[in-house]
């Protein structure tokens, strides 16, 4: 019997298959779904510090806007007061989700302020989640900002909410780094247990006709992965975190590919929405019996096992990779 | 016992009473009083129960009329019921009222009583309302003041129970309805001690039942329906007893005592002034005033109005009275005298004091300020040996001289009172933040407090004045801070200076706090020279801070109202700064805390920056200002605008005399464009190098700002420098046109709705259009000129141009200019385009609610005339009757043509058979045929203009008529849905020739947002806190249903063009049209400037299907219904949740939010399946045979 146990925060997960941020947390019922298809653990969709500010401002805006202005309409909309505008229902949501699922819940806070990643991350704790997902997003417009400060603006954050919580700490990291490692490797020196690889950021589309920007989400595929696979196999072994591998998963060959690179979890969303749980059973079982098939005991046993530091030529994940894909380009033609 | 105390308005104060003794609450939104059924509905939505344990089921109907039947019902059937209503409001339950009455049986109806509506509508107080209902049989009991609101409230429900008699519990609007006091409040307990549960039971048990079955209602006869009217004679008899023991029942409770006739004064008083409401109070304090002075006099305050007890009148009219003055806050043309006057002389009579002399006025019409100089003025004037009788006092009545003079400098105002005026502007958030001002003072300090708010009467950029009175003695001083009184006088807009006079409040030695974009060292020379005056003379303390600075920093926008209150409570000293800063802190938490903590936190802020940024100013001791204040209108606008309607845009208004009013309420058209309000801080900027000429941002504007001309180039000759001008790309006009969009920079509101439908994109800069904002001071001037000269341009002539398309439409001079709508409203650009396309042959009825509000409000009226004087009539006649009202003009207009008809037959012979028949005959389908009968009737009055033939001269007068006339009977969907439901379905029925034009904002906008049977499934409103359950009503359906009408279903945004092609279709057809127009509304919770493209989602989203069905198309066998919007493409959700009226249910309650949107999805599938059955049915022309 192969063993697909491993261990990703501290926390004993029965495979490596989690199921990654995506709205199919949202839903209790869909949640329960997947812990019934296998998923081995469930990181929760984001808290947008930004989106609570923005509706918290939003709804103020438009209970205020016009009242006390006109004699006849001292408002124009009821204000019952009795809003969730803060971080409650993602709060309540985690409780539930804790309540009713027996495999680990990861919470996940996309932050804005200093403060707020702090509150946000201890009161995501105290909702009761096993760990936490930290998402460093930041996209820099500004040409006096350097890397330098960007940088340890945010190694500060995370040691801040490190500082704050008891739970173990990951840190999703975003594939434009000019160094990564090092940055990787100060992330981890202040506080973090896991680096996840990568966050995948919308980007914008030109619609020609009407000459405007369009914002829509693109899921990913199998292509995805090289990516992260690339970095999880560089920086395995050289920097001190577990590794979960997110953007690309979307079949067994792409979570045993992970594992090989020297993650410990595989995450998936794109393939869950686009097929549903049921891709689950049946990627893990494909996992089991590419195991068995190729007599490997467990995933702890192929973890890291083509990771840079344990291939025989090391440069391959290094710019001499480029060069032969064009050659080998050239000689397909 | 300390008792419990609370700073809160009558309404509130009422309504916490009415909720907890009520089973049932029938609601209907009508201004003053629509707040006490929001309360209501909130604290049922919040399942907050009354005294016994229940949460009251609370309803709204669709209307005042069906309120009043829901209450019968439920009277009847044993629920302690009520409701809550208001002039009109209260007329429309009168037939029920007779019912309830006549049935013995206990209710309360809570009434802030209002004016009616006659020469013009007020929604402001007086007691003509309540007066009108004294001859129901109903009891009527009358508060003065907010404490007496909450009281006799209780009072009235405990009464009714032991009388069998029904009660109006009325008060004054606005005056105690919208004041916010500091008050003591009933306890459950001490209502427990006060309600008879014995009462309560026997109600119920005359309640209808099958168990014990009896009739009531029957069709009685001559034989002895009179016997039967006079059963009750015991009940009426025993009331004012059984009043008076609750009354002393609840002294003993609560330690307030009260008496059906409240007498106050010298114990042997001569003169007595008689009134109720909150008038009353004011004269306490003004006899009371007096009489330490020595005057022997006395005020009785009238607390049981019905029934009248001669008996307890007497007893409490002191004997050492030899007169009195009965002041009625009412007016009965015709009448031997106002009502009140006429009891009094009725009962000194029966009461045996015939040697009384008795005489009356009239004060305090429509919230008119009655103050204590204008009590004394009644009250020396019945010193006089030949008293003035049926006088009226605070207004000059140059007329028909009934008016008193008034010693204005006389006022009784407390040493101790400290009386503060702040004039905001409606958006900064002053009222608001004042309100929690006085809330902090009432129940923070052991300061008595008052609170009154004066609002403007536009909807967009208006003025807001707050009263704000506090101090250590109880506040009788229901009138507003008399000049030369406030220690405290705040702007909180600098531009106001120019504009007001607001230190004339400022009494000697007061402090001013001024809004200033200007520093301590340079506001001084930014001022006018009447303000700097007014400093000086007054030795005001003046102070600044920079408000806009500190709201930027923070966040806050253009909300002033943390800022300045902040500034408030450290210069003022009411608290010790630091308890006030914490207390203003604890309010905010309070009041925002739910919203979110990043708005809790922005507010804190701004409170910390206020007082960092707050200066006193060191005041020269000369003024050096070269700067005047302006005055109110142009010198060279007419005269009527700058003699009547100028000082009514001044807040001089109150200085008019009656010979300045037109004696029947008829006003001249086009006066909006005398009142520059210069409220957008950007206006658009034309970019005539990219225009393609296609007229949308004409069309959309709201305002009637943006406008486009073509002209014969030649014109240009003598344009300003700044005329932007470009060939005219109209292929109807091409060589030797220009063509020029204009903006008009002060009656712009900067809603950008121009700019958000503009199609063009500079291919270098996308973001760049051919409209774009800039900042308007700089441009003010400039533009200011370039509008004058491009109104002097001519109009194109109608007949050279088709209006069947968008740029060819916007051509067309608008009617309807510069309204007092919202900023971005989206229902003025359908009511403009009807101005434009049929404005100068139009009459047009409006029903009662926004767009009779921004289109009939004083001072100003946006109607306007066509360079050839002509232009849409108008009139408002109620909110219920419209569709009726429109239908009665088509009568008219008909009946006169076909009679005008006649006569010209007649004069057949005078006139040539030729002239006859082309005046019979003219078709009059496009403008050319239009304006070629308007030359022949002006050939027809010429030529009979001589005769002497009575006939002749009858048929000059109806003439006119003989031209094609368009009635428009325009209203919104309170009007269309619910109220005037009936009426509109019957004239829809008449199949008359009439259009009508429901601007559907999907709520009671003008109101404030309350629920119609339009508002959408899963939309929060007032009265449908929860979310609205139910689906839109589908009033274009149910029109279709006849067969005969034209409905259309349209939404700008969307597409204008079928917009367009809709109301000239539905003009054009001779029979009943409905067109529903979809229009956003500031009740929707979103930007404004958005409007337009959320229009397209609501269509595309199948939530607002677009369709024309003209009946003319059956006579052709084809099928009229056009179905001109796609199967929807997005789900409901997409459309729903840019809006806070969808979007706070999700906050609210998330599972019924989805619940609901789940339903509404399906709304929108069915209602689309449902068209396309209909759209693709098989129509004959009802002459085939049936084939199957």
Same mark, same amino acid.
């Given at each position: ?20 941020? &995506? ?150 990291? &975003? ?15 202040? *506080? ?137 380009? #050239?000689?397909?033609? | 016992?300390? @008792? ?24 209907? =939104? ?25 949460? =009251? ?60 509506? /006659? ?56 005056? $105690? ?56 004679? !015991? ?42 409401? &909150? ?77 009384? #002399? ?5 004060? *305090? ?26 006088? $009226? ?163 806050? *926008?253009? @909300? ?59 005041? !020269? ?82 305002? /009637? ?34 063509? %020029? ?72 001079? !608008? ?12 229902? $003025? ?177 003008? %109101? ?119 199967? !929807? ?32 999805? #399906? ?26």
């Amino acid at each position: 019997m192969t063993d697909l146990s491993t261990t990703y925060l501290g926390l004993h997960l029965k495979n490596p298959l989690v199921a990654s941020a &995506s709205p199919l947390s949202k839903k209790l019922d869909k949640a329960r779904k997947l812990e019934e298809a296998g998923v081995s653990a469930i990181v929760m969709y984001s808290l947008f510090e930004e989106q609570i500010i923005h509706e918290s401002l939003e709804l103020d805006h438009y209970l205020t806007r016009g009242t006390d202005s006109f004699a006849e309409a001292m408002s124009y909309l009821p204000d019952g007061g009795m809003y969730s505008a803060g971080p409650e229902k993602y709060l309540n949501h985690l409780a539930g989700l804790k309540k009713s699922l027996s495999i680990p819940v990861i919470g996940s806070l996309n932050g804005v302020s200093k403060g707020g990643w702090t509150k946000y991350a201890r009161q995501i704790q105290d909702a009761g989640a096993d760990a936490l997902e930290l998402n460093l997003y930041f996209i820099p417009t500004d040409p006096d900002l350097t890397a330098q400060e960007l940088e340890n603006a945010q190694v500060e954050l995370v040691a801040e909410v490190k500082s704050a919580i008891t739970i173990p700490l990951a840190v999703k990291l &975003s594939p434009f780094v000019t160094a990564l490692p090092n940055f990787a490797r100060r992330v981890v020196e202040a *506080g973090a247990s896991g680096l996840v690889l990568f966050n995948r950021f919308y980007q914008p589309d030109f619609d020609l006709e009407e000459l405007e920007i369009i914002h829509s989400l693109d899921l990913s595929t199998s292509a995805d992965l090289r990516l992260p696979l690339r970095w999880v196999s560089i920086l395995y072994g050289k920097v001190n975190a577990d590794f979960a591998l997110t953007s690309g998963v979307h079949t067994a060959g792409d979570v045993l590919k992970s594992m090989m690179a020297g993650a410990k979890v595989s995450m998936m969303a794109s393939n869950l929405l686009q097929n549903g749980d049921q891709v689950i059973p049946s990627m893990l079982n494909e996992v089991g019996w590419w195991m068995e098939s190729h007599e490997y005991e467990s995933i702890k046993q192929m973890q890291g096992s083509m990771s840079q530091k344990s291939v025989k030529e090391p440069a391959a994940f290094e710019r001499a990779n480029y060069m032969k894909v064009l050659n080998s380009f #050239k000689e397909l033609r | 016992m300390k @008792r419990p105390v609370v700073t809160i308005d009558g309404n509130e104060a009422t309504a916490s009473i009415a909720h907890r003794l009520s089973e049932v609450i029938a609601i209907y =939104p009508i201004t003053p009083s629509s707040a006490m059924g929001e309360f209501a509905d909130e604290w049922t939505s919040k399942g907050k129960k009354n005294l016994w344990g229940t949460v =009251p089921a609370v309803i709204e109907m669709q209307s005042e009329g069906g309120a009043a039947g829901a209450v019968h019902g439920a009277l009847q059937t044993g629920a302690l019921t009520t409701t809550f209503t208001a002039s009109q409001g209260l007329l429309l339950m009168i037939p029920n009222m007779y019912k309830i009455a006549g049935e013995l049986t206990s209710a309360v109806f809570h009434v802030a009583a209002r004016s009616l509506a /006659a020469q013009g509508l007020s929604i402001f107080g007086d007691h003509q309302d309540v007066m009108s209902v004294r001859q129901t049989g109903w009891a009527l009991l009358s508060s003065t003041s907010v404490q007496e609101a909450h009281d006799f409230a209780a009072i009235a429900q405990t009464a009714t129970l032991k009388s069998r008699i029904p009660f109006i519990h009325f008060f004054d609007g606005f005056r $105690t309805s919208h004041e916010v006091a500091k008050i003591f409040q009933i306890t459950d307990e001490e209502l427990r001690l006060l309600i008879d549960e014995e009462l309560v039971r026997a109600h119920r048990a005359r309640g209808l039942t099958p168990e014990h079955p009896v009739l009531r209602g029957t069709a009685q006869n001559p034989d002895v329906y009179f016997q039967a009217r006079e059963t009750v004679n !015991p009940y009426y008899s025993a009331t004012p007893a059984i009043v008076q023991e609750m009354m002393d029942k609840f002294a003993q409770v609560t330690g307030r005592h009260y008496n059906l006739f409240d007498y106050v004064g010298h114990p042997d008083a001569e003169r007595v002034v008689i009134l109720m409401g &909150s008038g009353a109070d004011t004269a306490e304090a003004t006899v009371s005033d007096l009489v330490e002075k020595g005057e022997k006099i006395g005020v009785l305050k009238v607390r049981l109005y019905r029934p009248f007890s001669v008996e307890y009148f007497i007893r409490a009219l002191p004997k050492s009275v030899k007169s009195v003055v009965v002041l009625d806050r009412t007016k009965e043309p015709g009448s031997m005298g106002e009502p009140l006057y006429m009891d009094v002389v009725n009962a000194l009579v029966e009461g045996q004091r015939p040697q009384v #002399k008795a005489i009356g006025g009239r004060y *305090g019409l429509s919230s008119k300020e009655f103050t204590p100089a204008m009590l004394k003025a009644a009250l020396d004037e019945l010193a006089k040996p030949e008293p003035k009788n049926h006088f $009226t006092v605070g207004i000059n009545d140059d007329v028909t001289h009934t008016s008193l003079e008034v010693d204005s400098s006389f006022s009784v105002e407390h040493a101790e009172t400290v009386r503060c005026v702040f004039f905001g502007l409606g958006s900064d958030g002053t009222v608001g933040a004042n309100k929690n001002s006085i809330k902090i003072i009432g129940e923070e300090t052991d300061n008595y407090a008052q609170g009154y708010f004066v609002y403007d009467s536009k909807k967009s950029g208006q003025m807001t004045t707050s009263h704000l009175r506090f101090g250590p003695k109880p506040i009788h001083a229901p009138y507003v801070i008399e000049p030369n009184q406030a220690n405290f006088v705040a702007c909180h807009q600098f531009n106001f200076l120019e504009r007001f006079d607001m230190l004339k409040y400022a009494k000697e030695g007061a402090v001013f706090l001024l809004n200033s974009m200007y520093d301590k060292n340079e506001v001084w020379d930014q001022l006018p020279r009447e303000v700097q005056s007014a400093i000086i003379a007054k030795k005001l303390k003046f102070y600044v801070i920079n408000g806009y600075d500190v709201a930027e920093k923070t966040g806050m *926008g253009q @909300r002033m109202n943390t800022i300045m209150q902040t500034a408030f409570f450290a210069i003022s000293g009411v608290l010790p700064r630091e308890q006030a800063i914490a207390e203003i802190k604890h309010a905010i938490e309070k009041t925002y805390g739910k919203r979110g903590e990043a708005v809790v936190k922005k507010n804190f802020e701004a409170v910390d920056a206020a007082i960092a940024n707050l200066y006193e100013v060191n005041v !020269p001791a000369e003024a050096s200002s070269k700067m005047a204040r302006r005055s109110p209108v142009p010198d060279d606008a007419p005269a009527f605008v700058k003699d009547v309607l100028g000082p009514m845009i001044g807040f001089d208004g109150d200085s008019l005399p009656v010979s300045a009013m037109p004696v029947d309420g008829t006003y001249p058209l086009g006066t909006t464009q005398w009142e520059k309000r210069n409220l957008a801080l950007d206006i658009p900027v034309w970019e005539e190098s990219l225009c393609i000429q296609c007229g949308k941002c004409v069309m959309v504007c709201p305002h /009637a700002v943006i406008r486009h001309k073509v002209y014969d180039e030649k014109l240009l000759a003598g344009a300003p420098e700044t005329f932007k001008h470009t060939a005219s790309k109209f292929k109807e006009f091409s060589a030797g046109y220009a063509y %020029t969009v204009q903006v008009a920079p002060e009656d712009c509101t900067g809603c950008t709705l121009c700019l958000e439908v503009c199609p063009v994109k500079d291919k270098s800069a996308v973001g760049r259009k051919a409209i774009n904002m800039a900042p308007q001071p700089s441009l003010r001037e400039a533009e200011a000129r370039n509008w004058d000269f491009f109104m002097n341009l001519p109009d194109m002539d109608k007949k050279l141009f088709n209006p069947g398309t968008i740029k060819n439409s916007q051509l067309l001079r !608008p009617l309807f200019e510069f309204s007092g709508a919202c900023a971005g409203c989206g229902e $003025t650009p359908y009511v403009k385009l009807v101005s434009q396309l049929f404005g100068d042959r139009s009459v047009i009825a409006n029903a009662t609610g926004c767009s009779s509000i921004y289109g009939g409000n004083l001072p100003t009226t946006p109607w306007a005339v066509d360079s050839k004087g002509r232009g849409p009539a108008w009139s408002n006649s109620l909110f219920e009757d419209n569709a009726e009202f429109g239908l009665g003009m088509r009568l008219t207009i008909d009946k006169q043509q076909e009679y005008a008809l006649e006569l010209v037959k007649v004069f057949e012979k005078e006139l040539s058979a030729g002239f006859v028949n082309a005046i019979v005959n003219a078709n009059q389908s496009d403008e050319a045929g239009i304006e070629a009968q308007r030359e022949r009737v002006a050939e027809l009055k010429e030529k009979l203009s001589k005769s002497t033939d009575s006939r002749a001269r009858d048929l000059i007068s109806l003439a006119d008529n003989l031209v094609k006339k368009s009635v428009w009977i325009i209203g919104g969907d309170g009007w269309a849905y619910d109220i005037g439901y009936g009426g509109l379905d019957h004239v829809l029925a008449s199949g008359r020739n009439v259009n009508i034009l429901v601007l559907d904002t999907e709520v009671y906008s003008n %109101t404030g947002g309350q629920s119609s049977k339009s508002t959408p499934r899963a939309a929060v409103a007032k009265f449908a806190m929860g979310g609205k359950g139910m689906p839109k009503k589908d009033l274009g359906l149910i029109a279709m249903s006849y067969g005969y009408v034209y409905v259309a279903r349209i939404a700008m945004g969307a597409n204008d063009q079928q917009t367009l092609r809709a109301l000239i279709e539905a003009e054009s057809y001779d029979g009943p049209s409905l067109v529903i127009a979809y229009s956003h509304c500031i009740a929707h919770g979103y930007d404004m400037a958005k409007g337009l493209e959320q229009q397209k989602l609501a269509v595309q989203s199948g939530h607002w299907p677009m369709y024309r069905y003209d009946p003319r198309l059956i006579e052709e066998g084809r099928n009229p219904l056009v179905i001109e919007s796609k199967e !929807p493409s997005i789900p409901m959700s997409q459309y729903a949740y840019n809006e806070t009226r969808y979007k706070m249910l999700t906050q609210m309650d998330e599972a019924r939010a989805e619940e609901l949107m789940k339903e509404a999805q #399906k709304d929108a599938k069915s209602r689309w399946t449902l068209y396309q059955q209909m759209a693709s049915m098989h129509y004959g022309n009802g002459n085939e045979e049936n084939k199957s």
